[in-house]
């Protein structure tokens, strides 16, 4: 019985925070003067033509959907004006050496809404991962927080207007994805890719054990930049 107890306490209670940060690096001073405010809707429409649709897609733990709590977070200026959104699912009993995947899309079209892309451009998807231990064991028994870069990959395919799709490859990092204007009578023009980013926990941290991993926390930071191809 006292041993099951003492199993019981080394159960892991992770507060795994995964933060969708979006943002839009804007390369062309043309479109600089329209990059003040953010749609906390995930549509970003920049100066009424540049344009793309993120969608939220489900976070995997092992290739198990994650059943989480979704939490929208703003920060604000000295204005009081929403200068950025933070968004998080949280869960628990995340192990270490878990595979955890979140899936989501990016498209030229808003096809319940109608909003579309209106000049040509491309974009950029990259993510970092860190792991942040408020109890970290050293060696001589002491204890004292610690974070650690856990690497991120991105894969991604194409989606077809007909529903069809292509297989996923793996992301570079320097890669650029076009982000063509949308014609809805030229289902050519139609653009949607899905992406997955895998983070695999305490891969490179194989020193620590459970203990660490109390009130620990994995956060995703994710980026979508965009600009047009002037």
Not at 107 to 126: D, H, L, M, P, R
Request: one cysteine or more; hydrophobic letters at 35%.
């Amino acid at each position: 019985m006292l041993k099951s107890i003492l199993k019981t306490k080394k159960i892991l209670y992770v507060f795994l925070y995964v933060v969708f940060v979006f943002v839009v690096y804007l390369t062309s001073s043309t479109l600089a003067k329209y990059s003040t405010k953010q749609d906390p809707s995930g549509n970003f429409n920049i100066g009424d033509k540049l344009y793309f649709c993120y969608e939220r897609g489900d976070l995997y733990r092992n290739n198990q959907v994650i059943i989480g709590v979704p939490i929208n977070e703003y920060i604000y200026d000295e204005n009081g004006k929403v200068i950025e959104e933070v968004r998080r699912i949280e869960t628990m009993n995340v192990a270490p050496a878990d595979t955890l995947t979140y899936h989501f899309s990016v498209a030229n079209v808003n096809e319940a809404t109608g909003e579309q892309n209106g000049v040509a451009g491309y974009f950029k998807i990259s993510a970092t991962s860190i792991l942040s231990m408020p109890a970290y064991r050293n060696p001589d028994g002491t204890s004292q927080a610690k974070t650690w870069n856990i690497a991120c990959t991105i894969s991604y395919r194409k989606v077809y207007k007909n529903g069809t799709k292509t297989q996923f490859k793996n992301l570079t990092s320097d890669a650029n994805i076009d982000l063509p204007v949308y014609d809805e009578n030229d289902d050519s023009t139609f653009m949607k890719y899905e992406f997955q980013v895998y983070v695999v926990l305490d891969d490179q941290v194989r020193a620590s054990s459970d203990d660490d991993y109390v009130d620990a926390t994995s956060t995703i930071y994710l980026f979508i930049d965009a600009t047009n191809n002037d």
